[in-house]
């Protein structure tokens, strides 16, 4: 074969050397997130948001809490494929989150995430997301003060994020979980007002919280945390914020899978409000990171979907899959990841260190006996001054 021409051997010289520099500065590239918002969406299982609806359960009869409304729901998000129907159930997830940040989880493609805890139920689960650390003394969801710091704890004991730090959750327990009074942040949860009453639409929101009704003694709605969380972010601008989203588990503990299933429709849509307005904020715009995860899985059967933990404690094995989760990454600072890939096993106890990385720090848990884990491999891309 012929050498190349120099002009040619020019041309691939200087193309070389270009994507050298570009992936060079690519890598060099200077941290951008100055802000983290932390959002959970209780109990939602890894299989609806990587497939979509099951139909096995979406069929049968006593899964559906709307007998009208049935045909209207399985046109609303049944598709062939797996990819079509997870695009319908959430579509901020993979038409924006998906293809921009990371999202971590799903099983059929080799990506493991799941909580390191042996109860899989919420108390601990939330606990290890915020703490970083498996505590066997936190073995219940009885409202008792949690006795380790969590990350939103130890931001807010430091000089940059003093006052900067809040929490909106919709299960009342949140306080306890995030010790409340020892950690001296404003954590907004269960049928709280909102202290903000001076601000556009709070004096209604307070009014109809005692006014409609929720199907549940210990959770709110979740429209209202969503209205409480974004007003606060956008009058007292945080730079940690946590949204914690209730209604999957607690409709899926009814039976109600199309309940189930329109609740994580519409938190996907909450997210979405929420990053619109992220983006559309010049103090948040390309310096915030979003990190969504949950704090357990459910079982993986038409009988065992509802259930997660140990059945009673005569009955104390947990149900297969329920320790199974997802994580998702989004922000000025994650390279995007293909969903459908394998990768290393991952854990909720990361996440307290994958804050703290997009903050620039070194996450520092308070347990004298137990490690947290590092941040997840990859999440950023970036160096810091």
């Not at 012929?2 to 002009?7: E, G, I, N, Y």
């Not at 959002?39 to 899964?63: C, K, M, N, Y």
């Not at 293809?99 to 493609?109: A, D, I, M, V, W």
């Not at 459908?340 to 096993?345: R, S, V």
Request: aromatic share 10%; hydrophobic share 40%; net charge negative.
């Amino acid at each position: 074969m012929a050498a190349p021409a120099p002009r040619a051997m020019i041309v691939q010289y200087v193309a070389a050397l270009a994507l050298l520099v570009f992936s060079s500065l690519a890598v060099a590239e200077a941290c951008r997130t100055r802000n983290v918002i932390l959002v959970t969406l209780d109990g939602l299982r890894w299989q609806e948001v990587f497939t979509g609806i099951d139909a096995a359960i979406a069929r049968h009869p006593g899964s559906i809490r709307y007998a009208k409304t049935a045909p209207a729901f399985e046109s609303d998000f049944w598709r062939e494929t797996a990819v079509e129907r997870r695009e319908a159930l959430m579509p901020f997830f993979w038409k924006t989150l998906a293809t921009k940040g990371q999202l971590h989880g799903n099983r059929n493609e080799g990506s493991a995430v799941g909580v390191a805890n042996p109860l899989h139920f919420s108390y601990p689960g939330y606990s290890e997301i915020l703490t970083g650390v498996v505590d066997p003394r936190i073995n219940s969801n009885d409202k008792v003060p949690n006795p380790n710091r969590t990350v939103l704890e130890w931001l807010n004991a430091r000089q940059d994020f003093r006052g900067r730090v809040a929490a909106f959750a919709s299960w009342d327990v949140f306080p306890y979980i995030l010790n409340e009074e020892r950690a001296r942040f404003p954590v907004n949860a269960g049928f709280e007002p909102s202290s903000l009453t001076n601000e556009r639409d709070i004096p209604l929101l307070n009014a109809l919280q005692k006014e409609i009704p929720s199907p549940w003694d210990a959770v709110r709605l979740d429209a209202f945390t969503h209205r409480y969380a974004k007003t606060w972010l956008s009058v007292r601008k945080p730079r940690v914020l946590l949204i914690a989203y209730g209604e999957t588990d607690d409709f899926a503990h009814d039976g109600w899978y199309d309940a189930y299933a329109r609740a994580a429709h519409r938190t996907d849509r909450f997210i979405a409000d929420l990053w619109a307005w992220v983006q559309a904020d010049r103090d948040y715009r390309d310096r915030t990171t979003l990190i969504i995860t949950t704090d357990h899985g459910r079982g993986r059967t038409l009988a065992d979907w509802r259930h997660h933990g140990p059945a009673s404690a005569e009955l104390p094995t947990t149900r297969p899959g329920d320790g199974e989760t997802w994580l998702a990454i989004l922000g000025p600072d994650t390279p995007p990841r293909n969903p459908d890939k394998a990768g290393e096993p991952l854990s909720a106890a990361m996440v307290p260190a994958t804050i703290a990385e997009a903050l620039g720090l070194e996450y520092e848990d308070s347990h004298p006996e137990l490690e947290a884990p590092g941040p997840v491999p990859g999440a950023f891309l970036c160096t810091r001054n």
